[in-house]
T-cell receptor, first 114, second 112 residues
Framework: QQQVKQSPQSLIVQKGGISIINCAYENTAFDYFPWYQQFPGKGPALLIAIRPDVSEKKEGRFTISFNKSAKQFSLHIMDSQPGDSATYFCAASYSGAGSYQLTFGKGTKLSVIP | EPEVTQTPSHQVTQMGQEVILRCVPISNHLYFYWYRQILGQKVEFLVSFYNNEISEKSEIFDDQFSVERPDGSNFTLKIRSTKLEDSAMYFC??????????FGPGTRLTVT
């Protein structure tokens, strides 16, 4: 019930295209859903996050779509660039235990080809 | 822009030895975390720390692990007797308002 399932495992997109990564969760207590971007040898960097009271959040080329009834959320990267090539992790958190620990998906390796 | 820093960047140790991984969280942050990432796998929660005590720990965080905030700025993870399976990237994270966690660059621990 603590799992966050992420797909696809890898994704190849042409420059200028739209990258879409999907995540699903089971625990309805989750109330915070961030996406992290990780480059090789670096720590995860917070990219964008959403709360379940909104269905969409946009920051620049990055958009989170959230479907509370389906317990799914997705990251859309518009006008994908080679510099976006990285591993993307979705995550979920809740405040019930007082620690806000993040439960991560397994990651999606995105390659944007010129 | 403030950052979480971690030292060392790479630690090589022999099985059975003790290691201490160090982190300096962002200065006004109140919540501190350790996560680990085995090569090619997802990031896993180890422990959270708030108000000078552990607030939650995972099943990975057994008696071989301990955390400390010795001086109000550093946050350390100690592994008492390392095992081969402890080889991983260890990330420290901190947050001001619980939810937005900022990660450090990590310490690569190699146990031989």
């Amino acid at each position: 019930q603590q799992q966050v399932k992420q797909s696809p495992q890898s994704l190849i997109v042409q420059k200028g295209g739209i990258s879409i990564i999907n995540c699903a969760y089971e625990n309805t207590a989750f109330d915070y859903f961030p996406w992290y971007q990780q480059f090789p040898g670096k720590g995860p960097a917070l990219l964008i996050a959403i709360r379940p009271d909104v269905s969409e959040k946009k920051e620049g080329r990055f958009t989170i779509s959230f479907n509370k009834s389906a317990k799914q959320f997705s990251l859309h990267i518009m006008d994908s660039q080679p510099g976006d090539s990285a591993t993307y992790f979705c995550a979920a958190s809740y405040s019930g235990a007082g620690s806000y620990q993040l439960t991560f998906g397994k990651g999606t390796k995105l390659s944007v080809i010129p | 822009e403030p950052e979480v820093t971690q030292t060392p960047s790479h630690q090589v140790t022999q099985m059975g030895q003790e290691v201490i991984l160090r982190c300096v969280p962002i200065s006004n942050h109140l919540y501190f975390y350790w996560y680990r990432q085995i090569l090619g796998q997802k990031v896993e929660f180890l422990v959270s720390f708030y108000n000078n005590e552990i607030s939650e720990k995972s099943e990975i965080f057994d008696d071989q692990f301990s955390v400390e905030r010795p001086d109000g700025s550093n946050f350390t993870l100690k592994i008492r007797s390392t095992k081969l399976e402890d080889s991983a990237m260890y990330f420290c994270a901190s947050s001001a308002l619980a939810y937005e966690q900022y990660f450090g660059p990590g310490t690569r621990l190699t146990v031989t």
